[in-house]
């Protein structure tokens, strides 16, 4: 497991930068590299191993057209790939995010002539002719849409007040296999109203919560689980829960001038309350080649380790209605940025009448910090957008 690496340094941004790395040695005079790629090679680490990385970088820029970032693009033992970095400084500490990496796989960048803009997540923008242009569409973009988007960020605000969209999916089968598995007790149902700020808060005091368990004090003078005869629960409603929300909400840096926090603020807090209560906080990426692992993740879980998930809009499972031989899937589609913690799933496999495998569906089960949900599913077979999935262990 690796710690979140934060540097304290002002970033010089250099028009182009071109390096090689064998064995992350640098063959590189010192004076190609700087912080901005040594973040690069740190979070693309676990993918590569010891194989050789060549990679050169531009700039990306906000809507005022200043530098906020780099598109990476790069080979490793004969794959090409892309990454989108955004940089930003916060009150003390200048942070860097990997927002999208891919192997095998066309930066939304290649087709840019203008200057690239980058200021919102799963949009890429091209200024030129002194206007916004959507790459995708090559439709220009309103001044009301281009507030929306710098408004938005790279910043995770939650999905408790935005509508859900309610959708269905049927699927024919002969037979069906179901696996299901969560760590003990879940995790604690906080839903988004205890405190005003973030879902990132929410999440990180359901997390935090969940290893109070293990590791006493990290909420000082609290006892996480209440006994009721034969029923164990966790202790939510309680005067330390909620003062625990207002120290994650001061330490996230959540609120003005942005809406949410960013993934680098989640960390930088996470950390900070932790070390401050003498215990380690440790993060392990579940993304492998770009993607989320699933595979990963039930690794996780299972050794009773729980995730967060950063989403940039996402599917909830409304249920599954069983009929003799049709499954009809009930999803609610929202189309904001999300964070939740999980700790379990549920893995639905389809078979034909040949008994061939027709579909596998995987659902992870979330304490959703939603007030409609609780705990429930998110459905990562549908539209659901994964930024970051970390795993999180306090020691």
């Given at each position: ?344 799933y549920k893995i639905d496999t389809y078979y034909d009448a040949n008994d061939s495998v027709i579909q596998t569906r995987n659902y992870i089960k979330v304490a959703s910090g939603l007030n409609s949900y609780g705990i429930g599913y998110l459905n990562i077979n549908g539209v659901t957008s994964i930024s970051k999935a970390i795993s999180i262990q306090v020691s």
């Amino acid at each position: 497991m690796k710690k979140l690496l934060t540097l304290m340094l002002a970033l010089v941004l250099s028009l182009s930068s071109i390096a090689t790395y064998s064995g992350f040695d640098v063959l590189a005079q010192a004076n190609t590299y700087d912080a901005g790629d040594e973040y690069f090679l740190e979070f693309i680490s676990s993918d590569v191993d010891e194989e050789d990385i060549n990679f050169s970088h531009t700039p990306l820029y906000n809507a005022d057209l200043e530098v906020n970032g780099r598109e990476y693009i790069f080979t490793v033992d004969g794959q090409n790939g892309y990454a989108l970095m955004t940089q930003f400084s916060g009150e003390t500490q200048t942070f860097y995010e990997i927002e999208e990496l891919f192997f095998n796989k066309t930066s939304p960048f290649a087709s840019c002539l203008g200057l690239p803009v980058y200021i919102t997540h799963n949009t890429y923008l091209e200024y030129k002719d002194q206007a916004f242009f959507d790459l995708s569409t090559g439709a220009q973009v309103s001044d009301e849409q281009m507030a929306e988007y710098v408004f938005n960020g790279f910043n995770y605000f939650g999905g408790g007040t935005a509508t859900f969209t309610n959708t269905t999916f049927t699927i024919s089968y002969a037979r069906k296999t179901t696996v299901n598995y969560s760590i003990q007790y879940d995790l604690p149902n906080i839903k988004g109203s205890f405190i005003n700020g973030s879902c990132a808060h929410t999440a990180g005091a359901i997390i935090l919560i969940y290893w109070d368990r293990f590791c006493e004090n990290i909420i000082p003078n609290y006892d996480p689980m209440s006994v009721i005869g034969p029923f164990i629960n966790y202790r939510v409603a309680s005067e330390e829960v909620e003062t625990l929300g207002l120290e994650l909400v001061e330490l996230m840096q959540i609120g003005e001038p942005h809406e949410g926090t960013t993934f680098s603020e989640f960390q930088l807090g996470m950390e900070t309350l932790v070390e401050r209560q003498g215990y380690t906080y440790t993060t392990t990426n579940l993304f492998s080649g770009g993607s989320f692992n699933f595979n990963n993740y039930k690794n996780s879980v299972e050794n009773n380790i729980p995730v967060a998930f950063f989403l940039s809009d996402f599917n909830m499972l409304n249920g599954i209605s069983e009929e003799e031989g049709l499954d009809t899937i009930g999803n609610g589609y929202c189309p904001v940025s999300h964070v939740t913690a999980a700790c379990g799933y549920k893995i639905d496999t389809y078979y034909d009448a040949n008994d061939s495998v027709i579909q596998t569906r995987n659902y992870i089960k979330v304490a959703s910090g939603l007030n409609s949900y609780g705990i429930g599913y998110l459905n990562i077979n549908g539209v659901t957008s994964i930024s970051k999935a970390i795993s999180i262990q306090v020691s």
